[in-house]
Structure formats: structure tokens, C-alpha cells
Nanobody
Framework: QVHLVESGGGLVQAGGSLRVSCAASGRAFSDYNVGWFRQAPGKGRESVAAINWNGSDSYYADSVKGRFNISRDNAKNTVYLQMDSLKPEDTGVYYC???????????????????WGQGTQVTVSS
């Protein structure tokens, strides 16, 4: 089992930046692929970014390419999402999720992730 806790959300004006973090505990963190997902009120959960077990490959939704960057520090059991040039449409609850490294395909798909955090709220004002 892996327990995930998100932090770093908050209120920011359009054009600003935030960095959210996902801290993991339990089994070896390097055994897992990790994704970031978000959900706005009244909308379904959508993919944001993902990173493989050792950080050699990363993936981004078209809506955030060039603005967001995902990274991980396995020594600290933490995955980060740096968000720059934020827009009001980026508002939502941001979740991190993990799945075992053998499940290495389609990392941007919501389905297939077994472990989820509670989420952290990100609000971008215009």
C-alpha cells in the first residue's frame, strides 16, 4: 500500500505560479508511476501530467504543455508539479495518483491508477 498526501495549493492571480507536492509513504516510491489530475466543480476528472518510476519520461495534457513541469525526487519520496502562467481554467482540486511501474502504458489516463491522495485546492482568479 502507498499513502499519498498533496500540499501546496492556494489562491493565485492569473499569470502567477504555484508548486504542488505529492508526498508518499509505504512501499518503495521508485516502484510507482505517478500522475497529476484535476477536477473542477461540475466537471469530470481530467489528466494534467504524469511521470514514470525513475523520472526518465514525462507526459503532459495539451492544455498545460509549456506551462507546467512535473518532476520527482525519489530520495524524498515526493513528486512535484510546477505550474506557471496560470489561467482561471486551471482552477480545481488537484490530485496525485500512483500505479505500479509494470502498468507503464497510458499514464495520462485516469483509469488504471490504484492509489489516490485527498487533493489540494488550486484557485486562479482573473
Amino acid at each position: 500500500q502507498v499513502h499519498l498526501v498533496e500540499s501546496g495549493g492556494g489562491l493565485v492571480q492569473a499569470g502567477g505560479s504555484l508548486r504542488v507536492s505529492c508526498a508518499a509513504s509505504g512501499r518503495a516510491f521508485s516502484d510507482y508511476n505517478v500522475g497529476w489530475f484535476r477536477q473542477a466543480p461540475g466537471k469530470g476528472r481530467e489528466s494534467v501530467a504524469a511521470i514514470n518510476w525513475n523520472g526518465s519520461d514525462s507526459y503532459y495534457a495539451d492544455s498545460v504543455k509549456g506551462r507546467f513541469n512535473i518532476s520527482r525526487d525519489n530520495a524524498k519520496n515526493t513528486v512535484y508539479l510546477q505550474m506557471d502562467s496560470l489561467k482561471p481554467e486551471d482552477t480545481g482540486v488537484y490530485y496525485c495518483a500512483a500505479k505500479y511501474y509494470r502498468d507503464r502504458y497510458f499514464l495520462l489516463r485516469v483509469s488504471g491508477y490504484e492509489y489516490w491522495g485527498q487533493g489540494t485546492q488550486v484557485t486562479v482568479s482573473s
